[in-house]
């Protein structure tokens, strides 16, 4: 096996060759093993780590073709305090990015991989993210000593053949080297290198750290080249909605790690909204390119979902819960005495003998969860019941509408819509969340986290946004835009919004919206819902709660405004005044509109 791929990339790409023995050369593996991607590959990969314990089987009857993974307890999370851009300039990276200069950090990383894989062997993992023969397809290959690292991007992308098929003798490939060295946090670094579509991540074997493909090129990389190349990369899921006639309309939605994503993604409508169905495109990355057609066009690089566990259930989310029946790698989740999985939140009782992410014994009356708050699942998107049959399609999907949405305990209404392009970038470029357990830190603390791309801008945030706002110039039919707020709360700290499946009636708003079938009140923040237009069939919740979710509180965007002023000056001089104007248009707005009503 290991031959044939290996004369194969020989006869077309030397460049790959070339690199792969410069880097077996500074690492120094016992041997190289080139993956094809293959079923069989993968039953050798599962032996090999079942035999070592990173992988432990789970009840083949329960979950056929399921394994557990349990990682060091010091690496369960992205580490964005760890994470570097090494842009050619400190500027190129701008001021959300930790930068460090690159022949520097080569240096030092060099140091580091300096016989890294002595004694393990080298996995060179082809890539391709994007459907095949796509004019937004692009090649990447890690080398990682990690077989739980190739196991997971087997399922997370095209893998193999596909991918060295594609790229045939080009040298154009994102360059990814991995090595978990001893997991000592100390010696722990994700770095990126724009300049030479490089990344290098040494010390983590965590999912976003370690999975090459997904943050560090998907995103961080990936977010440059298409600043280079007139396109986006970005932080959304991408789903179709299905009205009873039949027509379907596209959505791409950003939202911060942890905050639903892949709940929305694969929502299944309430039975009460007969004849509506979503499509899952994407739960997690969406690369957009204007067409021909002066439409914005969507596809998911990706091939499988890297989702949070807890609060994953029947109710919240039944098509992840059928989608991990089988072929999934589980990480820090608890397991049962029978071999089967659980988690909080799992609404599931838990049976009497169950040990934890640790695989220390757990009980029910433990102030512990059972399974890490950011344990996963990795689960191959065909698993998905709700998969979009367009989801290969090489021109991806038309994209009628863009929502922005973040973890918001005040302030920000249920649904609005953006005036037009400008104040949407706005909306995007001004988002607030709660942080959550998906980054190592403080959980809990409200950030600006612009489109959901704080930690995956791979430039500067505020060319970040002039390259968003000069999209509009290809655009001849841009998308409508929305900001989205399921987390708002009372009082009394209960949720004023239900969440999860009910979600659906805030799409269906939007989709009515782009359909131009419902109206919309103009407010000094944005189009909001006439509450008649959401609709609420059978759904018991009291108008005045649904008022509360709705309401603009001058005293609090008073409060928001000047955070969003301290972010915009955070950025300095690269901020587009576009930006500036719309703040001051929306703080005009909320003076002349007068005191908190509730
Ligand atoms: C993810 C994240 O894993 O955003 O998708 O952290
Ligand atoms: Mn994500």
Not at 173 to 197: A, E, V, Y
Request: glycine share 8%; charged share 20%.
């Amino acid at each position: 096996m290991r031959t044939e791929v290996q004369r194969e990339a020989s006869l077309k790409s030397r460049d790959l060759l070339h690199w792969v023995s410069k880097m077996a050369r500074l690492t120094q593996p016992d041997a190289i093993k080139w993956c094809d991607g293959s079923q069989a590959e993968t039953h050798w990969l599962t032996d090999v780590a079942t035999a070592t314990g990173e992988l432990i089987p789970l009840n083949p009857d329960k979950r056929p073709g399921c394994y557990l993974h349990r990682s060091n307890a010091n690496d369960v999370a992205r580490t964005e305090n760890l994470t570097f851009v090494c842009s050619d300039s400190k500027a190129d990276a701008g001021p959300t990015n930790n930068w460090m200069p690159p022949d520097e950090t080569y240096q030092k990383l060099r140091g580091w991989f300096s016989g890294s894989m002595r004694g393990r062997i080298m996995y060179v993992v082809p890539y391709l993210l994007g459907p095949s023969n796509s004019s937004f397809a692009k090649v990447g290959v890690e080398l990682t000593d990690s077989i739980y690292v190739v196991l997971n991007m087997r399922i997370m992308t095209r893998m193999g053949r596909v991918a060295l098929e594609c790229l045939g003798g080009s040298g154009d490939f994102n360059r990814g080297l991995h090595s978990t060295l001893d997991l000592d946090p100390k010696r722990r670094l994700i770095c990126h290198f724009p300049q030479d579509n490089t990344i290098w991540s040494a010390g983590s074997g965590y999912g976003g750290n370690a999975l090459l493909s997904k943050k560090c090129f998907a995103l961080r990389i990936a977010s440059h080249l298409g600043r280079q190349e007139g396109w986006l990369a970005e932080h959304m899921l991408v789903l179709g909605v299905e009205s009873p006639d039949g027509q379907i309309t596209y959505i791409a939605a950003a939202f911060p790690s942890a905050c639903g994503k892949t709940n929305l993604a694969m929502v299944r409508p309430p039975a009460a909204l007969a004849g509506w169905r979503v499509f899952t495109v994407g739960d997690d990355i969406a690369w957009m390119r204007v067409g021909a057609d002066g439409r914005l066009w969507a596809v998911n690089p990706e091939a499988g979902y890297f989702g949070v566990a807890p609060g994953t259930n029947v109710r919240s989310n039944p098509n992840a819960m059928a989608m991990v029946r089988s072929d999934t790698i589980f990480t820090n989740v608890a397991m049962t005495a029978d071999q089967d999985v659980w988690w909080d939140g799992m609404e599931v009782e838990p049976s009497k003998r169950i040990v934890d992410w640790r695989g220390q014994p757990w009980s029910s009356g433990s102030d512990q969860p059972a399974a890490h708050p950011n344990s996963r699942f990795t689960a191959p998107m065909r698993n998905n019941p709700a998969l979009s049959p367009r989801v290969e399609d090489p021109q991806g999907v038309p994209i009628s509408a863009i929502v922005f949405g973040g973890r918001r305990t005040t302030t920000i209404p249920l649904v609005f819509e953006a005036y037009d392009w400008i104040h949407g970038v706005y909306l995007g470029a001004t988002m607030g969340s709660e942080t959550t357990a998906a980054a190592s830190g403080e959980v809990g603390v409200v950030r600006r986290d612009p489109m959901a791309m704080l930690p995956f801008c791979g430039y500067n945030i505020g060319d970040y946004f002039h390259h968003w706002l000069g999209m509009r110039r290809r655009l001849k039919h841009p998308p409508r835009m929305f900001m989205v707020n399921w987390f708002r709360k009372a009082r009394d700290g209960s949720f004023l919004w239900p969440g999860y499946t009910e979600n659906m009636r805030v799409l269906k708003w939007i989709v009515e919206r782009v359909s131009e079938r419902v109206g919309a009140e103009e407010t000094p923040i944005g189009l909001l819902p006439n509450p008649r237009d959401l609709d609420l069939t059978g759904l018991d919740i009291p108008s005045q709660q649904l008022t509360q979710a709705l309401a603009i509180k001058p005293g609090e965007w008073r409060a928001e405004l000047e955070l969003q002023e301290k972010f915009f000056k955070s950025i300095g001089e690269t901020l587009p005044t576009e930006l500036e104007t719309q703040l001051e248009a929306v703080r005009t707005g909320i003076e002349l509109d007068g005191e908190d009503k509730h």
